[in-house]
């Protein structure tokens, strides 16, 4: 059985962190990454990272997330730095297994004072 989990969500004050972590098992992973949806918006791909570690990262995360992956853990990981009221979603995780697409059951972000 093929799961994604993520972990790692939560509620932050503008300007702090967040470390989202997602344990992928039950396939071999190729491309690994995160998606977000907000209220009312459509699901846009925040950061992605290949099984040769090309990295892609949406332009309105870039220079404050970072996207990495553990191939020995199976683990892909988030950091979110300085983060902004607009960066406030539910976070998926997402991996390509063997030509499937596969997605995590979401991690809620928050960003408030």
């Known amino acids: 059985q093929v799961q994604l989990v993520e972990s790692g969500g939560g509620l932050v004050q503008p300007g702090g962190s967040l470390r989202l972590s997602c344990a992928a098992s039950?396939?071999?992973?190729?491309?690994l990454g995160w998606y977000r949806q907000a209220p009312g918006k459509q699901r846009e791909l925040v950061a992605v990272?290949?099984?040769?570690?090309?990295?892609h990262y949406l332009d309105l995360v870039k220079g404050r997330f970072t996207i990495s992956r553990d191939n020995a853990k199976n683990m892909v990981y988030l950091q979110m730095n300085s983060l902004k009221p607009e960066d406030a979603a539910v976070y998926y995780c997402?991996?390509?297994?063997?030509?499937?697409?596969?997605w995590g059951q979401g991690t809620q972000v928050t960003v408030s004072s």
């Open positions: 997402w991996g390509n297994g063997r030509g499937r697409d596969y």
């Open positions: 039950g396939s071999i992973f190729g491309a």
């Open positions: 990272i290949s099984g040769g570690s090309s990295i």
